[in-house]
């Protein structure tokens, strides 16, 4: 039992220096940690809710302090709740009855809990500022890739087209010259329009094949090719 004792002052001390350091966290834990060992130490619960004030004093609600948690009651108990709450608080943390660091600070919280929640007027404005939507940050505006120009591919199929069909690139020039010139320039000779590339004839050129014909060459398929017996 006295090595537990021991052990719980320890842990207690290590978090009353903790919350000199405005580490509540870890000041949480050793304390928590005092109660398991031995609940029944002295000054334990001064530092215990010592510890609670704090944290809920850190605990912001849209910038505001949590100052429910602070005194320790819910938001929908009256004036009367409030005042019980304070009275009990006041017994352990006011500078008076406790020894410990941070215990007038804590004790300041807790008397401005009171007084805030006392009144209707502050209480009433402070909910609603604990209801209202937090502000939203305005988000960078970044900058759009740029869009394709709309006649990017009208202009590449035309391209296309022209490079196929070059006597509808001809007639495409005609059409766009002004009335003037169409006047005033001789209309184009009508054989020259249906002349065809000399490429695409090219690309006409077929072969067949025959079994009575044995040739290798070309030419000797083309001659074959004249007089064909299958």
């Known amino acids: 039992m006295d090595c537990k004792k021991e052990e719980a002052k ?19 834990t050793f304390i928590s940690k005092a109660q398991a060992l031995y609940p029944k130490l002295d000054g334990l619960e001064q530092v215990v809710m010592m510890i ?4 809920s004093a850190s605990n912001k609600i849209n910038g505001e302090a949590d100052w429910y948690g602070i005194l320790g009651i819910d938001p929908l108990a009256d004036e009367e709740a409030v005042k019980k709450q304070y ?25 401005h809990a009171r007084d805030l929640l006392s009144d209707n007027a502050k209480r009433t404005a402070y909910d609603q500022k604990r ?8 988000r960078s505006r970044t900058q759009d890739p740029p869009k394709p120009h709309k006649y990017k591919y009208k202009y590449e199929f035309r391209k296309r087209s022209r490079m196929h069909k070059p006597h509808e690139f001809a007639y495409e020039c005609d059409s766009d010259s002004s009335e003037s010139e169409s006047e005033s320039d001789p209309e184009p000779d009508s054989s ?3 002349k065809k590339p ?4 090219e690309d006409i050129t077929f072969w067949t094949v025959c079994k009575n014909n044995k040739g290798n060459s070309r030419d000797e398929i083309w001659e074959a090719s004249l007089q064909l017996y299958c």
């Open 10 to 28: 320890k842990a207690m001390d290590i978090a009353e220096k903790k919350l000199s350091k405005n580490d509540y966290d870890g000041a949480k």
């Open 52 to 55: 609670d004030v704090y944290i």
């Open 87 to 111: 009275k009990k608080l006041a017994l352990l943390l006011h500078p008076d009855k406790n020894r410990f660091n941070g215990a007038e600070g804590a004790f300041k919280l807790v008397r």
């Open 198 to 201: 000399r490429k695409q004839e």
């Open 131 to 138: 209801r209202s939507n937090p502000v939203k940050r305005k």
């Open 192 to 194: 020259w329009k249906q």
